[in-house]
């Protein structure tokens, strides 16, 4: 059975960072397209940042270029989102996905999302 969980996030103030990694479990992970979405309070959820099978290629949200850095380690299942210079409208839900497509960028592209973990950036 196909597993994504997330560690990660939390709090942290404007201006500062966190990181969120997400380990694999019950899928061939070099395989999969993989990245990150968000979903604030009231809005839907949207793209964050993506990394395609093998890592060949990233792909960001407006919002996240410059900030945010999208990683892969495929011999260890894992991905993770480094995230610098916060601010408070990055306040959200962050989920790992992965999809069979090679290079995920869209939400109804994804297979299997992880459980989500809270964000909260405070001015």
């Known amino acids: 059975q196909a597993q994504l969980v997330e560690s990660g996030g939390g709090l942290a103030q404007a201006g500062g960072s966190l990181r969120l990694s997400c380990v694999a479990s019950?899928?061939?992970?070099?395989?999969?397209?993989v990245g990150w979405f968000r979903q604030a309070p009231g809005k839907e959820r949207e793209f964050v940042a993506g990394?395609?099978?093998?890592?060949?290629?990233?792909h960001y949200a407006d919002f996240a270029v410059g900030r945010f850095t999208i990683s892969r380690d495929d011999p260890n299942h894992t991905m993770a989102l480094q995230m610098n210079s916060l601010q408070p409208e990055d306040t959200a839900v962050y989920y790992c996905?992965?999809?069979?497509?090679?290079?995920?960028?869209?939400?109804?592209?994804?297979?299997?999302w992880g459980q989500g973990n809270q964000v909260t950036v405070s001015s």
């Open positions: 019950g899928i061939t992970f070099s395989t999969y397209g």
């Open positions: 996905a992965a999809s069979d497509t090679l290079d995920l960028q869209t939400a109804n592209e994804v297979l299997y």
């Open positions: 990394i395609s099978y093998m890592g060949t290629s990233k």
